[in-house]
T-cell receptor
């Protein structure tokens, strides 16, 4: 069994300040973890994925996430928010072997205040 | 390489009608998944097809069905439309369903409005 919990449904930050979007997962197997972003009326775009090669994963647009097995977390961060970062972000977990059932979090809407 | 394409992009139907949505995956991808996205329920998984076989199914009524063709293209059908079926329907493809770190690529979606 697997699940993913995005701890905040809405996050609001000022432009130029750090972004933290929190994600905790539960998995009976070694997990694959992903973050996707969805801008209004668009499809989802992959931001980054955890591949077990490194616990700190760098993605597009300056985002990164750290895999912490002891805390079962995969939080998404960015040092300085930009107006274009306003979007909805989804944390995703799947197995890393066998049939990869994919489970999405409920999403976190990021608001960036000028 | 072309991305995931979905047709049509917008659709307006009336209650009781049926609708068919189409999804063409990225070349070489053999899996297609469908999701429904609404403001109230968020992103919900409908089903996944791999090599023409349904591999996984979400908790939707039987009015929602799908299929996949030998070229990996997929269609989703909704019969007897209800107002609550109004949503953005997203399609995603991935290469396989059983290899590590195998991400999904999403299409732009089909916006269905039921009047």
């Amino acid at each position: 069994a697997q699940s993913v919990t995005q701890l905040d449904s809405h996050v609001s930050v000022s432009e130029g300040t750090p972004v933290l979007l929190r994600c905790n997962y539960s998995s009976s197997y070694s997990p694959s973890l992903f973050w996707y972003v969805q801008h209004p009326n668009k499809g989802l775009q992959l931001l980054l994925k955890y591949t077990s090669a490194a616990t700190l994963v760098k993605g597009i647009n300056g985002f990164e996430a750290e895999f912490k097995k002891s805390e079962t977390s995969f939080h998404l961060t960015k040092p300085s928010a930009h107006m274009s970062d306003a979007a909805e972000y989804f944390c995703v977990v799947s197995r890393s072997g066998g049939y990869q059932k994919v489970t999405f979090g409920i999403g976190t809407k990021l608001q960036v205040i000028p | 390489k072309a991305g995931v394409t979905q047709t049509p992009r917008y659709l307006i139907k009336t209650r009781g009608q049926q609708v068919t949505l189409s999804c063409s995956p990225i070349s070489g991808h053999r899996s297609v998944s469908w999701y429904q996205q609404t403001p109230g329920q968020g992103l919900q998984f409908l089903f996944e097809y791999f090599s023409e076989t349904q591999r996984n199914k979400g908790n939707f009524p039987g009015r929602f069905s799908g299929r996949q063709f030998s070229n990996s293209r997929s269609e989703m059908n909704v019969s007897t439309l209800e107002l609550g079926d109004s949503a953005l329907y997203l399609c995603a493809s991935r290469k396989t369903v059983d290899s590590s770190y195998n991400e999904q690529f999403f299409g732009p979606g089909t916006r269905l409005t039921v009047l």
